[in-house]
């Protein structure tokens, strides 16, 4: 792998990471010559209905996160979608 750069320890398939304002866990990693791709799947993602992305790492703002943050996240999206939930069970009765 010369010339190859490599990632963080922490960088692995199964952390929980923190993207900017948001929380999700890494399912892959790829490292090429020049960049380093992280796929990562989050509940703002299962909301937004794109449960995963490919996201390039930067330092500084991909970074781990902890169990207790990653599982409020979920409770939070959660939410949301119960929400909606009941606007489209709503939309359907009114129908």
């Known amino acids: ?3 190859m750069i490599n990632p963080p320890d922490w960088l692995k ?10 929380v999700g866990i890494a399912e892959d990693v790829a490292v090429s010559r ?8 989050s509940p703002k ?7 995963a992305e490919w996201l390039e790492y ?4 991909i970074t781990p996160a902890d169990k ?9 999206h959660a939410e949301r979608i119960r929400k909606m939930l ?3 069970t709503a ?5």
């Not at 398939?13 to 948001?22: E, F, R, T, Y």
């Open 68 to 76: 207790t943050l990653f599982i409020r996240e979920i409770e939070i």
């Open 1 to 3: 792998m010369d010339g």
């Open 86 to 88: 009941e606007e489209l």
């Open 45 to 51: 993602g299962v909301w937004r209905n794109h449960p």
């Open 91 to 95: 939309m359907k009765t009114a129908a």
């Open 13 to 22: 398939v199964g952390a929980i990471v923190k993207v900017q304002h948001w």
């Open 34 to 41: 020049s960049r380093i791709m992280v796929l990562v799947r």
């Open 58 to 61: 930067q330092e500084g703002q």
